[in-house]
């Protein structure tokens, strides 16, 4: 089973139901940057229970619901990242602060003043750490069988917790990789 997207900053792994490394297990990562030296993502759909208000106060204020910081990867987990969604018309070239991933996604520098920026935003999302691959090893891994490759929605980036993100971008890839969407969480249990 596989996918025939390429890995590019604005597309998303998902991980397969044998992936169950409890870092990826059921996890739908966002792809920032993709490189010959390496690849770099968040995980979308792992909150945490800290709030954005308790690390970066002047951000809380514009963070999506949840304002909760997400585990963005199991790499340097100390280290915050910024995605936002820009409102329709705002040119990512011609702002101060943000380097645009995809469409109207950005990776936005957290030492920019939040009340110039946010206004600019239909949301953002903070994460602790990243998910990174060195070299090749993320080949592997697709080769392997871990990971399928899909596009991603704008959208997807600030999905609710309470929504079952896996399933959904699953589903939405037509046969037979919509089957996957199914399959349960304790195989145990089925």
């Not at 597309?11 to 996890?27: H, I, K, M």
């Not at 030296?37 to 308790?54: C, I």
């Not at 079952?164 to 971008?169: E, P, S, T």
């Not at 046969?175 to 399959?183: K, N, R, V």
Request: glycine share 10%; proline share 9%.
């Amino acid at each position: 089973m596989s996918s025939d997207a390429e890995v590019e900053p604005g597309s998303l792994l998902v991980a397969t139901p044998g992936l169950l490394d409890p870092n990826f297990r059921r996890t739908v990562v966002y792809i920032i940057d993709h490189r010959d030296e390496g690849t770099l993502g968040v995980v979308l759909n792992r909150p945490s229970e800290v709030a954005v208000q308790d690390v970066l106060p002047g951000w809380a204020a514009h963070a999506s619901r949840p304002p909760a910081v997400f585990v963005g990867g199991p790499v340097e987990q100390k280290t915050a990242l910024c995605l936002a969604n820009l409102k329709a018309g705002e040119d990512i070239d011609a702002m101060d602060g943000v380097i645009g991933v995809r469409g109207p996604v950005a990776l936005v520098d957290l030492d920019s003043d939040p009340d110039e920026l946010a206004p600019r935003m239909r949301g953002l999302r903070v994460f602790a750490g990243y998910s990174g691959w060195s070299e090749g090893q993320l080949e592997d891994e697709i080769e392997r069988g871990d990971w399928l490759v899909v596009p991603a929605l704008p959208d997807d980036v600030l999905t609710p917790p309470r929504v079952d993100l896996w399933g959904r971008v699953l589903r939405r890839q037509g046969m037979p990789l919509s089957l996957l969407a199914t399959h349960p969480v304790d195989i145990k249990r089925n």
